[in-house]
């Protein structure tokens, strides 16, 4: 099947140095993660910086990236997206280090931490167009997404942020099969 976006723009370049929040499975699970100490400037800057320092915990699939340019660029958005993007990534490392237990929902886990996350409606998931439009390449496969992370709202669509995810079951990674404009 095909994905319902395609992507002919070639791959971001870095513009200035970004560090890591941090790094992979420490030995001790309790260690608490650093606060976060990336501030990008723009939400290419924000996706560039996530896949090279939080790659051990986020796959992005072939099409996850295609739409970026379609965002208006603001400050806020590009924060909230690398911040979005930490804290599901933290989700990861916990899962990995507690193999696989948090001890609260994770969309809860998530919710406590800021993150404002949806899953679509009745509605759209027995609409078999809306359901096409949130298929995504997962970094192995294509397959339909409905939980994501609410960046940002707005009434304007280019301002109005949306994450789709999964987590794999198998590594505790997170699947990011689409950061662009709602859908």
């Not at 899962?95 to 609260?104: A, K, P, T």
Request: aromatic content about 8%; some cysteine; overall charge positive.
């Amino acid at each position: 099947m095909k994905a319902n976006r395609s992507c002919r723009r070639p791959e971001p370049q870095p513009k200035g140095p970004v560090r890591p929040t941090f790094t992979g499975p420490a030995a001790n699970s309790n260690r608490e993660l650093p606060r976060p100490t990336c501030q990008p400037s723009s939400i290419e800057e924000a996706v560039l910086a996530a896949r090279r320092f939080l790659a051990d915990y986020l796959i992005f699939g072939k099409h996850a990236t295609c739409e970026l340019l379609e965002l208006r660029e603001r400050p806020a958005t590009a924060k909230g997206i690398y911040r979005a993007m930490e804290l599901l990534a933290e989700i990861s490392y916990r899962l990995q280090v507690n193999s696989g237990y948090l001890g609260v929902d994770r969309v809860r886990w998530l919710e406590q931490r800021g993150l404002c996350l949806s899953r679509e409606s009745n509605t759209l998931q027995k609409n078999k167009k809306a359901r096409q439009q949130r298929r995504f390449h997962d970094g192995d496969e294509i397959r339909e997404f409905d939980l994501h992370v609410k960046v940002s709202d707005s009434t304007h669509c280019d301002l109005c942020t949306r994450i789709y995810f999964e987590v794999d079951e198998r590594t505790w990674q997170i699947r990011i099969g689409w950061i662009g404009r709602h859908l």
